[in-house]
């Protein structure tokens, strides 16, 4: 099953933090942080925050990064295969690396099908976060690709108010959903209210 998420830059410390409660209790995730956002600092401080061990917060993370389309392919159809045992699979800012325009459009051709063919081979929970930025239109079909590759999509702005995993129609304990708690593909682009304008939670 994968659940994608749509947001700003901030998307990953975001929900990182988000996590502190799970982790804190024994949860464990694989984290693929391919467009390098991965925030320890913002886990253990909010961990600390809400009156959480950090250390075990931490411990429940299983890191892994990537750092061009051909180590990610690999990560998604080698490497994950041979250690998973369950766990919940976070990819976060997938597309990062083939944005680069040095990558010659035929090695994105190739190799991006590939990573959507190895994460629909291995039947984890994914939760993908998908940073929005400005891209080519060369490339604009990377993303409605993982779009349609995804059995849930949310996307929210970045407005005052409260955010959590549930209001995006994901279990905190990341259980399998319910009918009445996911969300089809393709959604209109309506805001979530996120905690507060711009910024990652304190």
Avoid at 154 to 178: I, Q, W
């Amino acid at each position: 099953m994968v659940h994608t998420i749509l947001g700003s830059s901030w998307l990953p410390a975001w929900f990182l933090s988000e996590l502190s409660p799970s982790l804190a209790r024994g949860k464990r995730v694989y984290w693929i942080d391919v467009g390098n956002r991965f925030d320890a600092y913002g886990l253990s401080r909010t961990a600390r925050d809400r009156g959480l061990d950090a250390r075990n917060a931490l411990a429940g993370v299983k890191l892994a990064r990537p750092f061009n389309v051909y180590q990610l392919e690999t990560m998604v159809r080698a490497k994950l295969p041979a250690v998973w045992r369950g766990e919940t699979i976070v990819l976060s800012d997938p597309l990062a690396p083939f944005l680069d325009e040095d990558l010659p459009i035929s090695e994105v051709e190739r190799i991006f099908p590939r990573v959507l063919e190895g994460m629909r081979l291995l039947p984890a929970h994914w939760i993908v976060l998908g940073v929005e930025r400005k891209i080519s239109p060369e490339r604009r079909a990377l993303e409605t690709a993982l779009l349609e590759e995804s059995d849930g999509v949310a996307r929210f702005s970045e407005v005052n108010g409260p955010l959590s995993l549930a209001s995006l129609g994901l279990d905190p304990e990341f259980e399998e959903e319910t009918e009445e708690t996911t969300f089809p593909y393709p959604l209109p682009p309506s805001p979530v209210r996120t905690p507060y304008a711009g910024a990652v939670l304190a």
